[in-house]
């Protein structure tokens, strides 16, 4: 009578196995980068935010301080690589009765571009 070896496994489960867990490792890998580029666009969105919030306070302060008709003088530094565009470029105090619309385009370093529209009256 013969007796059969069952002790190992064979190559058939063990390439199986290599297989299954490098498919695994593979998943857990791609979500980790997908979640890592996520956190940082959100930072560079909320930091694009912050940015355009502030000039958009310095333009208010500015526009307490101004002669109606006279330079609109926006002090504001953006965050170290953001750049703000304002439109108009040359912006002027508005009459007391009127409003000065300034559209902001507020751009991240990694290239993410925010807008926003606010309007400048002189108290």
């Not at 909320?46 to 609109?72: F, H, I, N, T």
């Amino acid at each position: 009578m013969r007796r059969t070896n069952d002790n190992g496994e064979t190559l058939l489960e063990i390439v199986l196995t290599i297989i299954i867990i490098g498919i695994t490792v593979t998943a857990l890998i791609s979500g980790l980068a997908t979640a890592s580029t996520a956190g940082n666009a959100h930072r560079a969105n909320v930091s694009s935010d912050a940015v355009m919030r502030s000039y958009a306070e310095a333009a208010k302060l500015a526009s307490r301080q101004c002669a109606p008709g006279a330079p609109l003088a926006i002090e504001f530094l953006p965050l170290a690589g953001y750049t703000v565009r304002v439109e108009p470029e040359a912006p002027v105090c508005p009459a007391v009765s009127t409003t000065q619309l300034l559209q902001l385009t507020v751009t991240a370093p990694e290239g993410l571009t925010q807008r926003m529209e606010i309007r400048v009256r002189t108290p």
